[in-house]
């Protein structure tokens, strides 16, 4: 018994004639027939009833035919899995980062990777966690990184990798520039910078203000990183940013501060699609991403 007797035994059955599978396979009937027949002999058992016009699957056959399909089944899975294991060093990766995190964490992870796997293409999307969390439940992208926990864990598998604190940023001649430590109800009256909407940070520093009694004056928003901070020096406000983002930023020129408590953190996290079948290529970055960050 062999792969291809099963195939032709399938596609009698499902097209209930000799005749309609010869044509579907581009196989001769004479061919499909013997193949058949064969099968039966070998296995001692009658698969199909050929004495009325059109063909009777006897209820072995139906059972046959059911284990049939699932085998070969399996065996399409295995040759795919197994074609993907050979193509894992040339394939290609979507994946998104929130610019809010980019710069600051990625290239030594990116140039790690493609140092071990030079052939495998990655294919960045700088766009807020909303919009990630939307494009791989899409399918648009394979993984993404996202900077809190999503609330769409029914359609996403998420590993945190670590949290950030947020600290405040200010001109390096803003009056809140000599504190060594701020409160967040000292920052009622500033007028704030803020990441785009489509960041979940900017949720977390509107929650955090509403907690504590007021409304931000938001007097800019932006997804770029260095554009906050300039609007910060020209002193048109200030602004709430991970603290790793804020490491190379030029000291004579901002004073980064730490909020006096630990409650608004940036949560960085790895995520993608649940039951969704990822190709060898996805599933090492994703392994080698937890490791780089959690080992």
Not at 68 to 83: C, N, V, Y
Not at 91 to 104: F, L, M, T
Not at 256 to 263: F, K, M, R
Request: hydrophobic share 35%; aromatic share 8%; with cysteine.
């Amino acid at each position: 018994m062999d792969l291809r007797q099963l195939q032709y035994f399938i596609s009698v059955c499902e097209e209930k004639s000799f005749t309609k599978a010869s044509l579907k396979l581009h196989v001769s009937q004479p061919s499909i027939s013997k193949s058949v027949k064969t099968l039966e002999t070998e296995l001692g058992i009658k698969l199909i009833n050929r004495d009325s016009k059109q063909i009777q699957i006897t209820d072995v056959g139906k059972l046959f035919l059911k284990n049939s399909k699932d085998l070969l089944k399996g065996f399409d899975a295995l040759t795919q899995e197994l074609s993907q294991i050979t193509e894992l060093k040339r394939g290609k990766i979507h994946i998104g980062i929130p610019p809010i995190v980019g710069a600051s964490f990625f290239p030594n992870l990116i140039g790690a990777f493609k140092t071990k796997y030079p052939d495998i293409e990655l294919q960045l999307m700088e766009v807020g966690t909303k919009d990630i969390e939307e494009a791989i439940i899409s399918s648009n992208i394979d993984v993404g990184i996202i900077c809190n926990i999503s609330n769409k864990l029914n359609q996403l598998e998420q590993h945190l990798l670590l949290q950030d604190p947020i600290r405040v940023v200010v001109s390096n001649r803003h009056i809140l520039a000599n504190k060594n430590s701020i409160s967040f109800c000292d920052l009622c009256n500033e007028k704030f910078v803020m990441y785009s909407k489509t960041f979940s940070l900017y949720d977390r520093i509107l929650y955090q203000c509403h907690r504590y009694g007021f409304s931000p004056t938001i007097v800019c928003e932006s997804s770029q990183r260095d554009l906050i901070t300039e609007i910060v020096h020209a002193e048109y406000g200030i602004a709430l940013l991970p603290e790793r983002t804020c490491q190379n930023l030029d000291k004579s020129r901002f004073k980064v501060i730490p909020l006096d408590t630990d409650e608004l953190y940036l949560e960085m996290s790895l995520v993608w699609k649940k039951n969704k079948t990822l190709s060898y290529a996805t599933r090492e970055w994703i392994d080698y991403t937890l490791s780089y960050f959690l080992d």
